[in-house]
């Protein structure tokens, strides 16, 4: 696959379609792949694609260093393309300026490719590749959340009061996140100050609830969050606990139809208002 | 220095007045509630304080009291932010933090025996009122003094009726301007922006230093005409702003290249300032 | 003449100081693949081999990610100022890193620098640091880039080796280590190898000067594109001490606190003007090489850096400082 990917992106560079390719590199085997931004035809020999190309890279199309580069090609895995659909639905960024390539991935070996049917890309403008693994059904999906959520509710929230008080505040879980793109994200603000900003327990708790409550309806599923938590925590719990409501709810999966309607960005007759008597 | 202390936290400072310089921009007179910290407390001129308001956080704000003065210590801000929109309140007898002085000062020493010209634009006014100050009441140790002060309009023009005063010193000239639109019909100062006014200016050069404070822009076009004037780089000095927050060379926040503003800072010549990388 | 002590041993030493009411902080696995320095509650806890380093490092122990300055009281017009109080536990650092300890030393030149953090110094009193040799490294580890080595003894106060066999060389440092181990040891003939540690990518040491003409490449963008201004680096780092003050509390009650900050947030160098000297990336990472390699070493004599790796370990796309300057130095700076 890595021959048919770096022919495409040469191609797109050499003809001027696009200016940059946002791909995966790797310099040394023993280090991860890591985002490169490709603006030569000759160096797409940078580019990889192995089992290791974790990062998701629809977050560089918000960057304004990167918008800076041009046009861009972008190479998204079946759970990263989830995201491109949202930031579309949202007017964060205009679909017909970017060049989407697919890739076929069997799996990245981290928990979300266990439950994962998107192993086929399916918005992509280029597809390389064709995987081989199985979609999984709908009722896995939530498979590990499920399981979390049974237990009792004093159980979680030790769990909960022990993984936050080691959170530091270094906010990778939002700068890695595709769908955090505020200018002034609310720890920012101090006009009132929402939330304390401190590594306490209060704080921790404060901002990742927050981060998922602003994240409701929306969240794809790409675990980055908990790849790039520095301290371990598995903040997709949270996340992924705000997008199965949004499932059983509003019948929403987000990132998954381009045609839909966002769950709070829209109002519909037909809304369940069983709490308003 | 106080031993052992925390040098975090602030004095206790009484609000003694409070003065509307414009729209948006207010003097404040505090003095130690502490009488003994009171009058052990000295500064130089050009030397910063951390001020605060309990709740709300610190700002930087440059002393702009003279030094000669014991009685209080007198800061200028504008409404910008949360802590200065919260010091917009202020009243007589309130209490704020103060924590300094911090930074360095103008060398009114090697000043001495010079002529000396204070260009400034807007709300850079106190940091160079301060200086004015000094100067004024050591009279016999400077030379010929020339003020260029400018501002957007005249309602933006920060300690006015100070320029009035200053006016009746000796070999004092104070050169008063605002923009193309900002005089009223009543105006009697220039009216032109500060570069261009201190060209019409004429002043001498000789055996003289410049202390040009003012926002980027005004600096920009400014120091050619120092040059012109034949100032050398080393005789023309500024005060830089910096995002600051411990005040003390620790938080890391403020440096410019390998300069710490804080506590290398934040009065510099332009020889210095042209060595120093652009990170400000 | 050697001085050893079992493994055992050193748990029933845990044990003891966790008794007489000291803090012991150690590295411990927290997740299966994430091993960190956490305050232990027991020695079973601790590990003694079969990591590399952990993924943040001991400047907690000194210089904690959150610290109230005071705290105040508002009455009407009377305020009052609680300073607060001066930390008086004893702790023990057990099986940090070389390169963690280290830091401590080079951390002592900015926190008093003219003006002395008395909680800062006061900790580090209260702190005794005993390390353990590295036997082994990663791609990511490069303290013989640094002036550093394996068996540093630099911020230890005695240094554990691996004999490899449930026992370790106890090499005193301080007295402070002796009075830890006194008592507690055999004598032996047997000393412990010393691991060369990862080879030498280049001395960093004399990247300063180089630094000094590259302040206004254009390629420092290309360098650090990938940034995405989080600050995994900078927390994870044994030296990185930036701080932001702020008022926590509401108007009549509350503390000022002082947090860690990285110069990589946005934020970090804003102006109430709206003014920012860093906006943009690029100038945000090459604040900290800069300060790492230039400015400190300029006014300290020391780097801000002891080649740990944990920058890239942590940073979600691989950067950190030893990519960067390879980086810069591949492109003949």
């Known amino acids: 696959m890595l021959q048919p990917l770096r022919e495409t992106c040469r191609r797109l560079l050499q003809d001027g379609t696009v200016q940059v390719v946002i791909g995966y590199g790797q310099a040394v085997r023993a280090v991860e792949p890591y985002p490169v931004f490709i603006t030569a035809p000759d160096d797409v020999g940078q580019l990889v694609w192995n089992e290791q190309c974790r990062t998701n890279l629809v977050k560089y199309l918000l960057r304004k260093e990167i918008r800076a580069l041009g046009k861009p090609a972008i190479v998204v895995k079946g759970c990263d393309e989830r995201a491109l659909v949202v930031l579309q639905q949202e007017l964060q960024i205009d679909r017909s300026q970017i060049v989407v390539i697919g890739v076929a991935c069997d799996g990245m070996d981290e928990p979300r490719c266990e439950v994962c049917d998107a192993h086929q890309p399916r918005f992509a403008d280029h597809i390389i590749g064709h995987a081989t693994n199985e979609m999984q059904p709908a009722e896995r999906r939530y498979a590990h959340l499920g399981e979390f959520l049974e237990r009792p509710l004093p159980d979680r929230m030790a769990y909960w009061k022990a993984e936050l008080e080691r959170c530091v505040k270094c906010y990778a879980c939002r700068q890695a996140c595709p769908l955090c793109y505020c200018e002034r994200c609310i720890v920012e603000k101090n006009r009132p100050a929402c939330l304390d900003t401190s590594a306490t327990l209060k704080g921790n708790f404060a901002w990742h609830i927050v981060r998922a409550f602003h994240l409701a309806g929306r969240c794809v599923g790409c675990d980055q969050c908990s790849r790039v938590c520095p301290e371990g925590i598995d903040l997709r719990l949270l996340n992924l606990s705000m997008a199965r409501e949004a499932e059983a709810s509003f019948g929403h999966r987000s990132g998954t139809d381009p045609q839909a309607e966002l769950v709070l960005g829209s109002f519909s007759q037909q809304d369940q208002e069983q709490f308003i008597r | ?280 | 003449m050697s001085q050893i002590i079992s493994k055992p041993a050193i748990r029933r030493l845990v044990e003891l100081w966790l008794r007489q009411g000291k803090r012991v902080i150690a590295p411990v696995q927290v997740r299966p693949n994430l091993v960190s320095y956490q305050p232990v509650r027991g020695p079973d806890q601790v590990l003694l081999e079969g990591f590399v380093r952990p993924l943040n490092s001991i400047k907690q122990v000194v210089f904690p990610r959150h610290e109230q300055l005071f705290q105040y009281r508002v009455r009407g017009k009377q305020i009052d100022l609680l300073p607060a109080p001066l930390p008086d536990i004893e702790r023990i650092v057990l099986a940090a890193r070389p390169c963690d300890a280290a830091a401590l030393p080079i951390l002592d030149h900015v926190f008093n620098w003219e003006f002395r953090d008395a909680a800062y110094n006061r900790r580090r009193e209260l702190t005794t640091v005993v390390t353990l040799a590295c036997t082994e490294y990663d791609a990511h580890c490069f303290c013989t880039s640094v002036g550093s080595r394996p068996d540093d003894t630099r911020g230890s106060d005695a240094l554990l080796l691996d004999l490899g066999d449930g026992t370790l060389e106890v090499r005193h440092t301080t007295d402070k280590g002796q009075s830890l181990f006194a008592g507690q040891t055999q004598a032996s003939t047997r000393t412990a190898p010393i691991s060369p540690g990862p080879e030498r990518r280049a001395d960093l040491r004399r990247v300063s000067q180089s630094l000094e003409q590259a302040f206004e490449r254009s390629e420092w963008a290309a360098w650090t594109n990938r940034c995405l201004g989080c600050g995994a680096c900078a927390f994870g780092c044994p030296t990185c001490h930036c701080f932001d003050m702020v008022d926590e509390g509401g108007p009549t009650c509350g503390a000022r606190v002082r947090n860690w900050d990285a110069c990589q947030f946005g934020q970090f160098t804003l102006h109430a003007s709206g003014h920012n000297p860093r906006g943009v990336q690029s100038q945000r990472q090459r604040q900290r090489i800069y300060h790492k390699f230039h400015v400190y070493p300029k006014k300290f004599g020391e780097l801000l850096c002891t080649g740990c790796g944990n920058c890239t370990r942590n940073c979600p796309v691989s950067l950190g400082v030893l990519p960067v300057l390879e980086a810069m130095q591949a492109e003949g700076a």
């Open chain 2, 1 to 280: 220095m106080r031993p052992m202390t925390n040098i975090y936290q602030p004095d206790l400072m009484e609000v003694l007045d409070v003065q509307q310089q414009t729209a948006d921009v207010k003097s404040v007179r505090v003095r130690f509630r502490d009488e003994a910290r009171g009058d052990d407390f000295h500064f130089r001129v050009g030397q910063f304080g951390m001020f605060s308001l309990f709740g709300y956080g610190e700002s930087t704000f440059n002393i702009c009291s003279s030094s000669n003065w014991k009685d209080f210590v007198e800061f200028c801000f504008r409404r910008t932010g949360r802590v200065t929109e919260a010091l917009w309140s202020l009243e007589k007898n309130d209490t704020i933090g103060f924590r300094g002085p911090y930074g360095n000062s103008y060398p009114m020493d090697k000043w001495v025996g010079k002529n000396l010209i204070f260009l400034g634009g807007g709300i850079a006014m106190p940091p160079l009122r301060c200086a004015i100050w000094y100067a004024l009441e050591n009279r016999d140790q400077f030379g010929d003094i020339t003020i260029v002060y400018g501002a957007r309009r005249v309602q933006d023009l920060v300690f006015r009726q100070e320029l009035d005063r200053w006016a009746e010193y000796d070999r004092v000239r104070v050169v008063c301007c605002v923009d193309p639109g900002g005089e009223t019909p009543d105006w009697t100062g220039e009216v032109g922006f500060v570069p261009a006014v201190t060209e019409r200016a004429q002043i001498p050069a000789e055996n003289a230093v410049a202390l040009v404070i003012g926002p980027p822009v005004m600096i920009k076009f400014t120091l050619p005409v120092l040059a012109k004037m034949g100032l050398a780089d080393r005789d023309i000095y500024t005060s830089l702003e910096n995002r600051m927050k411990c005040g003390v060379g620790k938080c890391g926040r403020c440096n410019c290249g390998p300069v710490y503003v804080c506590k290398e800072g934040p009065v510099f010549t332009l020889e210095q300032l042209k060595s120093l990388p652009n990170d400000y």
